[in-house]
T-cell receptor
Framework: KAGVTQTPRYLIKTRGQQVTLSCSPI?????VSWYQQTPGQGLQFLFE???????NKGNFPGRFSGRQFSNSRSEMNVSTLELGDSALYLC????????????FGPGTRLTVL | QKEVEQNSGPLSVPEGAIASLNCTYS??????FFWYRQYSGKSPELIMS????GDKEDGRFTAQLNKASQYVSLLIRDSQPSDSATYLC???????????FGTGTKLQVIP
């Protein structure tokens, strides 16, 4: 059974650019959550998608957006990158939003210069 | 104020000892509680979940929940060097609510 995949694994961008990250959950898992992880703030919830609809949203500015496709794959976009956006971005999939067990992908390490 | 709080550590324990990791939460509506383990450079993995007051045991791991005190703990018996990792406490209010994580406690098991 294939695990959660995230692409790309590493990304270097400059301030002002935009970036798109991708996440494919385990087959059959229709809910995808996105998190930002930094040393100081820990794991912070960005948003969750289920059945192509955003079900929950964290306290991040509108520069952070996402979407989900019919095959459950999800993308996250960050526009007008800032230095503080440098972080590990993790996605986690689960069968549905009411399911407790979520499976994390390996993450995308974003560095903003 | 952080919704889920943990001591960042590091917590150092000798091999074979009991490691005790603690967590407090502020949302009294929280219903589900989780402990994740994250090795350096890896993604978090769920090791325990607990929903009702009391203890829940799984092998060398015991999760404890006290909703009146808004306190969750994880005990690791017979600690091994392979247990060295960051342990993340998380809570959820239920239904479609988001999972809120603490910043994690780094555990070092000394051989």
């Amino acid at each position: 059974k294939a695990g959660v995949t995230q692409t790309p694994r590493y990304l270097i961008k400059t301030r002002g650019q935009q970036v798109t990250l991708s996440c494919s959950p385990i087959s059959g898992h229709r809910s995808v959550s996105w998190y930002q992880q930094t040393p100081g703030q820990g794991l912070q919830f960005l948003f969750e998608y289920f059945s192509e609809t955003q079900r929950n949203k964290g306290n991040f500015p509108g520069r952070f957006s996402g979407r989900q496709f019919s095959n459950s794959r999800s993308e996250m976009n960050v526009s007008t990158l800032e230095l503080g956006d440098s972080a590990l971005y993790l996605c986690a999939g689960r069968i549905s939003p009411t399911e407790d067990t979520q499976y994390f992908g390996p993450g995308t390490r974003l560095t903003v210069l | 104020q952080k919704e889920v709080e943990q001591n960042s550590g590091p917590l150092s324990v000798p091999e074979g000892a009991i490691a005790s990791l603690n967590c407090t939460y502020s949302d009294r509506g929280s219903q589900s509680f989780f402990w994740y383990r994250q090795y350096s450079g890896k993604s978090p993995e769920l090791i325990m979940s607990i929903y009702s007051n009391g203890d829940k045991e799984d092998g060398r791991f015991t999760a404890q929940l006290n909703k009146a005190s808004q306190y969750v703990s994880l005990l690791i018996r017979d600690s091994q060097p392979s247990d060295s990792a960051t342990y993340l406490c998380a809570a959820r209010s239920g239904g479609y609510q988001k999972v809120t994580f603490g910043t994690g406690t780094k555990l070092q098991v000394i051989p």
